[in-house]
């Protein structure tokens, strides 16, 4: 009796129905029948537990939507049992499997053409799908005919190179996977190729890292175990510091340790052996010059109104405050923060018109010039490396702007006035001249960039005879135009040579109270 329920037992198990999938073209998978009998009910597709909608063929699955290739799916099926064993367990099953979607490999990082020749991906098993994406766009070549190569870019010039980034999939109904990078060069074999960051030439480096270096070359046939060195351009600023990996053969990348470039400044890459950056236009070098990026405008704009240098006020919708380190400040001078501006008083038209957060305004830069005028910078704008620094050491300590905000408008509508603004109130009005109309005063804005206390002004008259005019409390804004004091009869009507005329006295009200940034306003 004890054999005879074993027997009976076996037969049920190997009867039993069963499913295996085989692969079919075009399709995720063909499910075929295992055991003695029986038939399949209904078969479903999921991945991670979400149902894919899929079409089903003769047990055929072909997915209805995209799939993202490579991706683990679950196979399951309800299998109706043969009616000779359906009385001993059951009508129906169950039963559950899995398969991966196919996926595709880019075989090489690195293309070298001949000087004319075309850049193709290689990946390692057909593909009928590719995704090319650069910074012309994002195509997508479907190919007539299954292929693992693909062209994927024009005709390369020796000495020229970049890269562009590909996907490639083995079936339509498949979802492209992340790009990988596929960089190219077009060599005469004279020397060595190199490009920085992700095309030709030398463009600035991000503020926090990484560089990267991609050669023509396998690394190590080029360096050997030799990596680059970094020094900055400026003498005693901060050496960078961090650490040279591989990502592929053919690819240098430095990581710093912590935020290593500020914005605008200039660092020299010694390198082990020459290279011919592309576009190559002159021999192999073992020296790069290298910018960093620019920095977050809106950042910038942030601490200069927290520092009092700009006339709007900063909130931040974000939770938490800024950090109170230097390396956590700099790591936020490429950031976005989360924030708005708003008006500290209210301000005209005309001022108000010029603000554009998150761009070097008019606004911005007068602030930025003031700002570098009172610690000591060249008041050069956004060009003047030590500008970053400088202002992160200022949030540091608090450093805010020692003088009330001011603003010069002219109007030069008859009888010409000028008005001086300080913290959104006018605290100086005055008849003032601007230029004759062979010599206007250029409207517009523009920022106090040179103050003199005393000059002899010299030039040529519109009658051609030069003049040497004694002048006192002298702003230049806008070229050899500036506000300043100078004896006339009268005032209130074009008489300069373009420059904005107050009488001598008023003049020298005016002067203490403005500085390097203030913004001069012209109205016609």
């Known amino acids: 009796m004890m054999l005879l329920a074993i027997a009976v037992g076996l037969v049920l198990l190997l009867a039993r129905p069963g499913i295996r999938l085989a692969s079919a073209p075009g399709a995720l998978a063909r499910v075929e029948m295992s055991g003695l009998g029986g038939r399949v009910s209904w078969i479903r597709l999921s991945d991670q537990g979400h149902p894919v909608r899929a079409s089903v063929h003769n047990g055929t699955i072909v997915p209805a939507t995209p799939v993202a290739s490579g991706s683990r799916l679950v196979v399951s099926a309800e299998l109706r049992e043969p009616g000779w064993i359906s009385w001993l367990s059951g009508p129906q099953v169950t039963v559950h499997t899995s398969v991966t979607a196919p996926a595709a490999r880019l075989v090489t990082p690195v293309v070298v053409v001949g000087s004319g020749g075309v850049v193709t991906a290689r990946f390692d098993r057909s593909v009928v799908r590719v995704q090319v994406v650069s910074s012309a766009g994002d195509p997508i070549i479907n190919l007539a005919h299954p292929s693992a190569v693909v062209r994927v870019s024009g005709s390369v010039a020796a000495g020229q190179g970049g890269q562009v980034a590909v996907a490639g999939v083995p079936d339509t109904w498949e979802s492209f996977p992340q790009a990988t990078p596929l960089s190219y060069f077009g060599s005469d074999g004279s020397s060595t190729l190199a490009f920085l960051g992700?095309?030709?030439?030398?463009?600035?480096?991000?503020?926090?890292?990484?560089?990267?270096?991609?050669?023509?070359?396998?690394?190590?046939?080029?360096?050997?175990?030799?990596?680059?060195?970094?020094?900055?351009?400026?003498?005693?600023?901060?050496?960078?510091?961090?650490?040279?990996?591989?990502?592929?053969?053919?690819?240098?990348?430095?990581?710093?340790?912590?935020?290593?470039?500020?914005?605008?400044?200039?660092?020299?890459?010694?390198?082990?052996?020459?290279?011919?950056?592309?576009?190559?236009?002159?021999?192999?070098?073992?020296?790069?010059?290298?910018?960093?990026?620019?920095?977050?405008?809106?950042?910038?704009?942030?601490?200069?109104?927290?520092?009092?240098?700009?006339?709007?006020?900063?909130?931040?919708?974000?939770?938490?405050?800024?950090?109170?380190?230097?390396?956590?400040?700099?790591?936020?001078?490429?950031?976005?923060?989360?924030?708005?501006?708003?008006?500290?008083?209210?301000?005209?038209?005309?001022?108000?018109?010029?603000?554009?957060?998150?761009?070097?305004?008019?606004?911005?830069?007068?602030?930025?010039?003031?700002?570098?005028?009172?610690?000591?910078?060249?008041?050069?704008?956004?060009?003047?490396?030590?500008?970053?620094?400088?202002?992160?050491?200022?949030?540091?300590?608090?450093?805010?702007?020692?003088?009330?905000?001011?603003?010069?408008?002219?109007?030069?509508?008859?009888?010409?006035?000028?008005?001086?603004?300080?913290?959104?109130?006018?605290?100086?009005?005055?008849?003032?001249?601007?230029?004759?109309?062979?010599?206007?005063?250029?409207?517009?804005?523009?920022?106090?960039?040179?103050?003199?206390?005393?000059q002899i002004m010299r030039g040529t008259n519109p009658n051609g005879s030069a003049y040497a005019d004694p002048v006192h409390w002298i702003n230049y804004f806008n070229g050899s135009d500036a506000v300043h004091g100078f004896y006339r009869a009268s005032y209130g009507f074009p008489q300069s040579l373009g420059c904005v005329e107050l009488p001598i006295a008023v003049a020298a009200k005016v002067w203490p109270l403005v500085h390097i940034g203030t913004l001069v306003t012209v109205l016609p």
């Open 198 to 454: 992700q095309g030709a030439g030398t463009p600035d480096v991000p503020v926090n890292g990484p560089i990267d270096l991609v050669l023509s070359r396998p690394v190590a046939a080029v360096f050997g175990a030799q990596r680059p060195s970094l020094a900055p351009v400026i003498n005693g600023a901060l050496v960078p510091t961090g650490t040279w990996s591989e990502p592929n053969p053919y690819e240098l990348s430095f990581t710093p340790n912590g935020p290593a470039f500020w914005p605008g400044e200039q660092v020299t890459m010694t390198l082990p052996a020459p290279v011919a950056i592309t576009p190559a236009q002159g021999s192999p070098t073992t020296t790069i010059t290298l910018t960093s990026a620019s920095g977050s405008m809106l950042r910038l704009q942030q601490l200069l109104a927290e520092l009092g240098y700009l006339p709007l006020q900063w909130t931040a919708t974000a939770p938490g405050g800024d950090p109170t380190t230097l390396a956590g400040q700099a790591a936020l001078v490429g950031a976005q923060p989360a924030g708005s501006f708003s008006w500290r008083w209210a301000m005209p038209a005309a001022f108000t018109s010029l603000w554009q957060p998150g761009a070097y305004d008019l606004i911005t830069q007068g602030a930025v010039m003031t700002f570098e005028k009172v610690e000591g910078l060249d008041t050069t704008g956004l060009a003047n490396p030590l500008l970053w620094p400088t202002l992160i050491q200022a949030v540091l300590k608090h450093s805010s702007d020692p003088y009330p905000y001011t603003w010069i408008e002219v109007s030069e509508q008859l009888p010409q006035q000028l008005w001086l603004y300080q913290n959104g109130q006018i605290v100086l009005s005055n008849l003032a001249n601007t230029g004759i109309p062979q010599d206007p005063t250029a409207t517009g804005t523009y920022p106090i960039y040179l103050r003199l206390s005393f």
